[in-house]
């Protein structure tokens, strides 16, 4: 890096996070001139943190590199980049060819198709949560929905949703300071380096994808495993290629939709002039998704690393320099965002990054995500199901995922 | 008709993102084989709808193109990158 400046304070500290996303924090850096440069471990990184900083990031990936290094804060050592590379972690072409095998199935043409199964599925669960009279919405609502329709679109039996939501709360573990499994849990002997997220829960998911893509070879399905298993097959995908692909499918198509959903309707059960509002006029509802994706930001932020010397912001930064785009930052940025703060359904122009800035890795689940969370939306209007506080949120520990491990809400049929 | 403005599609930037399709399915197709969009037909649209695809593609695959010709000359399928 070329120049240094005082970090006003802290925004790595997993800590920070359970009481929520650290916004005076963020809203200091924003307002300072230039990139802030950030210390983390034995360097740092520049923190961006205006949206639209984050969308020039977002767009020159030529230059902003996903391949190097990580695009998590911490840097990882090249057999364990290797080990671990996925779709997230990778530039053109490799990217490209990853992004291809699978961009058809999340298109919203194609995502149309999944929605009287989410109904379905959102339609029970939501009556459950009713008959319970609430509890955590959590556990009951927002952890069952996406990913049993992520199940079935990847052909993965939904009989196994609690496992592997399971296995994806470990995950997100190992984005905090507290990881709860010893190192052989799950019978895992591999080093934990090697490991998404440092976590034996990937061992975990590994074992269990190349299983299901086995039975996938010998009894071939219209379904995302059985493509991923003969891209294999054909030479176009590596095996830890496949396993890496598999991960990331089950972990980013359950998690960050569950923390959507959450906040959601936590905003709801705080806000509830904004749910009369949506009741009494449902043309709302799209606005309202893309304000609930906003208000959670269920991932927040991604890094890349600098392939050149290049400039940002007006601040030069160098080769090797790694670049932290905050989106939990970007979507409460007032200068594009009217009252950032206020949880607006109706909110007109909403340009948020909760998907990505834009550029090669825009969310590939976005109009999944989307899909998912009207159809939840639509279905607690038909039972009138609004929301009082009855448990208070129990916050993941992590500065990577906007993550509630817990909330208990109250039925209020409105 | 003049005022048709000529869409460009760079299939090396697409990623099948499937955005264009949503919003003008008789100018944009996905090719459920090669995973990306494809342009049908003669590829023009009013200014306004234009720039809203264009701002809309995340990839940033999708630009107006600059020899904006005259529409019904001839099919414009091939991207120029």
């Known amino acids: 890096m070329s120049s240094t400046t005082a970090t006003p304070t802290d925004i790595t500290s997993p800590s920070l996070y359970l009481h929520g996303i650290p916004h005076e924090r963020f809203a200091a850096i924003r307002e300072t001139p230039g990139l802030v440069w950030h210390r983390y471990g034995n360097s740092g990184f520049w923190a961006v943190t205006r949206h639209g900083d984050v969308k020039e990031v977002s767009k020159r990936p030529e230059v902003f590199s996903s391949a190097i290094g990580h695009t998590n804060l911490w840097d990882l050592e090249a057999d364990a980049l290797k080990a671990r590379r996925s ?49 955590d919405w959590v556990k009951l609502v927002a952890a069952p929905l996406p990913i049993q329709v992520i199940l079935s679109i990847l052909g993965v039996p939904i009989s196994d949703a609690e496992f ?34 440092g976590s034996p829960a990937s061992h975990a998911l590994y ?18 495993v059985t493509l991923l298993a003969r891209s294999q097959d054909n030479g176009s995908l590596s095996a830890a290629e496949f396993r890496n692909f598999f991960h990331v499918l089950v ?4 998690e960050t939709t569950r923390t959507a959903i959450t906040h959601g309707a936590m905003a709801f059960a705080e806000f509830g002039d904004q749910w009369d509002r949506l009741m009494a006029d449902p043309s709302l509802v799209e606005a ?12 927040l932020h991604m890094r890349r690393t600098a392939a050149t010397d290049t400039e940002l912001a007006g601040t030069q930064i160098a080769a090797g320099d790694k670049v932290v785009m905050w989106y939990a930052s970007a979507n409460r940025d007032p200068s594009v965002f009217e009252e950032p703060f206020t949880f607006d359904i109706a909110r007109v122009d909403n340009p948020h990054f909760a998907f990505g800035g834009g ?17 939840l939306l639509e279905e607690m209007m038909k039972r009138r199901l609004g929301f009082r506080f009855a448990q208070p949120a129990v916050r993941t520990p992590s500065n990577f995922v906007h993550g509630v491990l817990s909330v208990g809400l109250e039925a209020v049929i409105r | 008709m003049s005022d048709l403005v000529r869409i460009s599609l760079d299939a090396e930037v697409c990623i ?13 197709v996905l090719d459920d084989d090669e995973g990306i969009s494809m342009l049908v037909g003669s590829a023009h649209l009013v200014p306004e709808r234009a720039e809203l695809v264009v701002n809309r593609c995340p990839s940033g695959a999708i630009r107006i193109a600059e020899d904006a010709s005259p529409m019904g000359l001839e099919s414009t399928q091939i991207p120029d990158g």
């Open chain 2, 16 to 28: 099948g993102v499937g955005q264009c399709e949503l919003l003008e399915p008789t100018v944009f």
């Open chain 1, 251 to 254: 972990f980013a198509g359950n």
């Open chain 1, 207 to 224: 074992s269990y994808g190349e299983r299901l893509g086995s039975l996938r070879r010998d009894d071939p399905r219209d379904d995302i």
């Open chain 1, 288 to 299: 309202a998704v893309e304000e609930v994706i906003r208000w959670a930001t269920p991932v």
């Open chain 1, 87 to 135: 779709i997230i972690d990778t530039d053109a072409p490799d990217h490209t060819r990853l992004r291809r095998l699978v961009s058809k199935a999340f298109t919203p043409r194609n995502i149309r198709r999944w929605e009287d199964i989410t109904r379905t599925i959102a339609s029970g669960l939501l009556d459950d949560f009713i008959d319970q009279g609430g509890g």
């Open chain 1, 359 to 375: 550029g090669p890795h825009f969310c590939l689940g976005a109009f999944l995500a989307r899909m998912e969370v009207q159809v």
């Open chain 1, 164 to 197: 592997l939501v399971e296995l994806s709360n470990h995950l997100v573990e190992g984005t905090g300071d507290q990881p709860s499994l010893s190192a052989d849990a799950y019978g895992n002997k591999t080093p934990l380096r090697l490991l998404p997220f």
